[in-house]
């Protein structure tokens, strides 16, 4: 248990669906993140929130939407993905985003498979 | 950041210690090397980190070179449940939220 929870851990959804993976954090901290885990690729940064604001979008397509409302809560709306958008979905929360390291505790992920 | 490179498996028996190497030899002076694993499933989790001065936590012990140019991760008393895939990454400090994962290096420990 790492103070990071991640719900649902598993979701299948069709191309036409609209769903939406949320992320919380028990641990006070500041920062938290998005990441992609692809079959057989390493993890890709896709979002990041330092104090409720979005510092980091690493070019991911607009099907993929993040909302931090605050900074225990993150959300990643989906919409008209794709199936090659299956994949392991992480969050991870640190206590901030930048200036003084604070190492990052990822949540169990939501295993996603888009049919 | 600079690129690490780790050996892409390796076995290691119960009980004994599991040295794991990583190379980094472009690493600048003001970059450190940090270490993660991720267990079937899970995500990440971190292990240690440093910068030139050998660290221990109770998970681990980081060994890096005078010259900084590769370090070693050292479980002193493997067991199954080290089984994981362990990521050697180098970053600036002050570029905290970017943790470039590479492929890892991934760890069997064998009764």
């Known amino acids: 248990e790492t103070g990071v929870t991640q719900t649902p851990r598993h979701l299948v959804m069709g191309m036409t669906n609209k769903k939406s993976l949320k992320c919380e954090q028990h641990?006070?901290?500041?920062?938290m993140y998005w990441y992609k885990q692809s079959a057989k690729k390493p993890l890709e940064l896709m979002f990041v929130?330092?104090?409720?604001?979005?510092?980091e979008n690493n070019s991911v397509p607009s099907r993929f939407s993040p909302e931090c409302p605050n900074s225990s809560h993150l959300f990643l709306h989906l919409h008209t993905l794709q199936p090659e958008d299956s994949a392991l979905y992480l969050c991870?929360?640190?206590?901030?985003?930048?200036?003084?390291?604070?190492?990052?505790?990822f949540g169990p992920g939501t295993r996603l498979t888009v049919l | 950041d600079a690129k690490t490179t780790q050996p892409p498996s390796m076995d290691c028996a119960e009980g004994r210690a599991a040295n794991l190497p990583c190379n980094h030899s472009?690493?600048?002076?003001?970059?450190?090397v940090y270490w993660y694993r991720q267990i079937h499933s899970q995500g990440p989790q971190y292990i240690i980190h440093?910068?030139?001065n050998n660290e221990t936590n109770e998970m681990a012990s980081l060994i890096i070179t005078e010259d900084r140019k590769s370090s070693t991760l050292i479980l002193p008393h493997a067991t199954l449940r080290d089984t994981a895939v362990y990521y050697c990454?180098?970053?600036?400090?002050?570029?905290?939220?970017?943790?470039?994962f590479g492929a890892g290096t991934t760890v069997t420990v064998r009764a």
């Open positions: 991870a929360s640190s206590q901030d985003g930048g200036g003084t390291y604070n190492e990052q505790f």
């Open positions: 641990l006070g901290h500041n920062a």
């Open positions: 929130y330092n104090f409720k604001e979005q510092t």
């Open positions: 472009t690493i600048s002076g003001n970059e450190y």
């Open positions: 440093g910068l030139k």
């Open positions: 990454i180098v970053r600036l400090r002050s570029n905290d939220y970017k943790l470039s």
